[in-house]
């Protein structure tokens, strides 16, 4: 099924600057047959939902393996099944 979702990824409790571990979420997310569109807040996704929830888990098992503490992730998750949700489809 496709679908397209907002990832924000909030590592807390560590460090002031979470650059390093934002860059780390956006190379995992490019690993994967996803068109992505990062922004201030987040990272736009369009892709399987089967997908995009692997790769969630996979971004929190890697950083915790690096080293973050803590993670909270925020997901946006949206299926359509009168056609296919793109995120072309969502640019005004």
Same mark, same amino acid.
């Given at each position: 099924?496709? !679908?397209? !979702? /907002?990832? $924000?990824?909030?590592?807390?409790? $560590?460090?002031?600057? %979470? #650059?390093?571990?934002? #860059?780390?979420?956006?190379? =995992?997310? $490019? ?5 992505? /569109? ?5 990272? *736009?996704? /369009?892709? *399987? ?5 692997? !790769?969630?888990? $996979? ?9 973050? %503490? #803590? ?5 946006? =998750? /949206?299926? #359509? ?6 995120? !072309?489809?969502?640019?005004?």
């Amino acid at each position: 099924m496709k !679908a397209t !979702a /907002e990832l $924000q990824v909030i590592p807390l409790g $560590q460090w002031v600057s %979470v #650059r390093k571990e934002i #860059r780390r979420v956006v190379d =995992l997310l $490019q690993g994967h047959d996803f068109i992505i /569109e990062t922004h201030a807040s987040g990272t *736009n996704i /369009e892709g *399987n939902l089967e997908d995009i929830l692997a !790769a969630v888990k $996979q971004i929190h098992e890697v950083l915790h393996a690096e080293g973050s %503490v #803590r993670l909270v992730s925020l997901l946006k =998750l /949206e299926t #359509r099944i009168d056609k296919t949700p793109t995120l !072309a489809g969502k640019r005004l």
